[in-house]
């Protein structure tokens, strides 16, 4: 398991993971994460653990960068 607190200022790049599941916790701002084309529109306090084998990334939708927790762990 891996755990980060990272900022976006605008989001992040398209990736698919085979062997491991992410997870967010938005700690500030907001954003959008896009998986397989449905967005979902995470607030402070949301979280969302994408897929396995899931096409997605991440959008900066507020003005201030999204400050969130990121946990990647083994599937």
């Not at 529109?41 to 899931?54: C, E, I, K």
């Not at 096409?55 to 990647?72: F, G, M, Q």
Request: aromatic share 10%; with cysteine.
């Amino acid at each position: 398991c891996t755990t980060a607190i990272v900022w976006l200022k605008d989001g992040s790049p398209k990736e698919i993971h085979t062997d491991q599941f992410e997870s967010f916790f938005i700690l500030e701002g907001t954003c959008d994460i896009v998986v397989n084309d449905e967005v979902f529109q995470l607030y402070p306090g949301d979280q969302y653990t994408v897929p396995l084998h899931a096409s997605h990334y991440v959008k900066v939708t507020s003005t201030v960068p999204c400050k969130l927790i990121l946990e990647r762990r083994a599937a």
